[in-house]
């Protein structure tokens, strides 16, 4: 249970909660703020975006009002935002109230536990051109150091290694191995991973897209319809595009939750992936059990 977690939590240390999606992250990083005080500070690339609240399962302007929530909704659909724009945000943050720091992307918290490489931001032109070609065209460039570390089933990833490459002559995983000192070393946070087996995670999933298209999802859809370009990171979040097809007609609703809902699944399971093998000694608790009331 909650309850029982919480009482074992150092309130002096920073808590960072990982998880994939439909975990309950959220709900527990709140319920922690709660009973020992802190804010809430968002580690989820799409929830930084002021376009999708219900999309990208924001916390509710209610639970936003129950304890601070930093880092969420702060980003223009269009602005480029990267991880080290999340590091740098992130950093004062650190010496403020104690920070609960929540979401799945899991290159945030490895910056903020191991450090982030300063690499030269990428030139417009440069990033335009990548946006038109083929993942695995830009995956068969990259040098093998960089291509064995980075997950090549995600276009976003792999574009981002090959721009690095190509405007830096350099390699990504050469300017990775040239890292600055964590913010947070081992021992000055509490870590946890919320284990979330397939056969408890996938229902939850089924339904959560259905319920956010419900929820105000196609509303905010038709509000960024004008505004929506499929080469922007903040429209690369799941469930926009297939939103954006109901709004459309390519798309009947049941169709666009059964694409959501696949690529959902496939996401997760990538996120279980990358925190087993990043997060080995975190915390693990059993997401399932957590629920229960």
């Not at 792999?158 to 021992?187: F, I, M, N, S, Y």
Request: negative net charge.
């Amino acid at each position: 249970m909650i309850t029982d977690l919480i009482a074992k939590l150092d309130p002096a240390l920073p808590v960072l909660i990982v998880g994939p999606t439909a975990s309950g992250k959220s709900a527990l990083a709140l319920a922690i703020a709660e009973a020992q005080g802190g804010v809430v500070v968002n580690a989820d690339a799409s929830q930084v975006y002021d376009c999708w609240r219900v999309i990208t399962a924001r916390p509710s302007p209610e639970e936003e009002v129950r304890a601070p929530h930093h880092l969420y909704g702060h980003v223009a659909y269009d602005t480029p935002y990267s991880t080290g724009h999340w590091l740098r945000e992130v950093a004062p943050l650190l010496d403020g109230p104690r920070p609960i720091i929540v979401g799945g992307t899991g290159l945030y918290f490895a910056a903020l536990t191991e450090g982030l490489a300063e690499i030269p931001e990428t030139p417009p032109a440069l990033r335009a051109q990548g946006d038109t070609m083929e993942a695995g065209d830009m995956l068969a460039t990259l040098d093998p150091e960089t291509a064995a570390r980075i997950d090549t089933a995600n276009r976003a990833r792999v574009q981002r290694a090959w721009e690095v490459q190509t405007a830096t002559g350099r390699g990504l995983a050469a300017w990775q191995d040239d890292t600055a000192p964590p913010l947070l070393v081992k021992g000055s946070y509490a870590g946890i991973v919320l284990d979330s087996p397939k056969d408890w995670l996938t229902p939850r999933i089924e339904t959560r897209f259905d319920q956010m298209l419900r929820a105000g999802g196609l509303e905010e859809a038709r509000a960024m319809r004008t505004l929506f370009d499929p080469t922007l990171p903040a429209c690369r979040a799941i469930g926009v595009r297939e939103a954006m097809g109901v709004i459309d007609g390519t798309l009947t609703y049941a169709q666009a939750v059964e694409s959501a809902t696949i690529a959902t699944r496939r996401y997760a399971k990538r996120q279980r992936t990358w925190f087993r093998a990043r997060m080995a000694d975190w915390r693990r608790i059993d997401a399932e059990h957590l629920a229960r009331p």
